[in-house]
Each structure stands twice: as structure tokens, then as C-alpha cells.
């Protein structure tokens, strides 16, 4: 694997094309599957994990709630669903599940949790003149 990191870090199509190549060689010695080509439907978590790879900035771990539990961040960012966000106004139930995780996601920041307000997905050449629905995840994400 780390061949594959390596080839991506140019952070160009060729090298996700490269990348894509290594692991259908990887995969093929281990397995009779069949691989596609590369194309960008194949391709897209590589593209992904190479925009990583290249952002010049520190990475921001994003992580379920029962991934977080025992963690702790300086900052913390949290998505919540409008019942969620609901449940917090007026206080969290220990026999609740839901309520449980959000007080684990809410109590993983040494300093500060923010909330982290997801955006609409662009408007799709099908849905031009609908309004989209947001969507929320229920993860949490240690800003530091």
C-alpha cells in the first residue's frame, strides 16, 4: 500500500490512473476477481485520498461517535440532525440511546465543541428549480 500512497502524491490524473494500476496488479495476485479499467467511477476514493495527500493543511479526523468514545480533541465538531439539536434544548435522557451518543459526541472537546452546519449538495442538472434536502451525519470531527 504504501507504493500506492506514494504514486498518488504527485497529485496528478496520471498518477490516480497509476495508483488504480498498482492496485489491480496487487489485487489480481491474490484473487481471480476481475477489475475494470480506470475510470473516474472507480477511480473517485482515489481522487480522494489523494486531495488528502496533497492539502497542504493538517488533516481533521472525522469519526462516528463510538469511534470518539474515550478520545478527546481540543475542538470538536459535531453535525447534528434537527431532533438532535431538539433533544439538547431540552435536556438529554441516560435511558435514551440517541441521547447517550450525543452527550458522548457533545464531551469529547477539552476547550470547545462547535457545531457544524452541513451544506446542500449542488443543485443536479435533473433537480434544476427542486429544492434539495439537506442531509445530515451523525459523526463528530476533531478540529485541531
Known sequence: MQGVI????????AAIKAAYNQLVTVVGAVSARYLRPP????????TMLQSRLTHSGRPVPGL??????GGEWDIVG?????????????????TQDTHRKIYVA???????????MSAPPPP???AAGK???STTAKH???LT
Open 6 to 13: 506514494e504514486t498518488l502524491q504527485p497529485g496528478t490524473p
Open 39 to 46: 475510470h473516474a467511477a472507480h477511480t473517485k476514493r482515489l
Open 64 to 69: 462516528t461517535t463510538h469511534q470518539a468514545k
Open 78 to 94: 459535531v453535525v447534528l440532525s434537527d431532533t438532535e439539536r431538539s433533544s439538547l434544548g431540552v435536556g438529554l435522557s441516560v
Open 106 to 116: 457533545t464531551t469529547r472537546a477539552r476547550y470547545r465543541t462547535i457545531e457544524v
Open 124 to 126: 443536479s442538472k435533473r
Open 131 to 133: 429544492t434539495a434536502k
Open 140 to 142: 463528530i470531527a476533531g
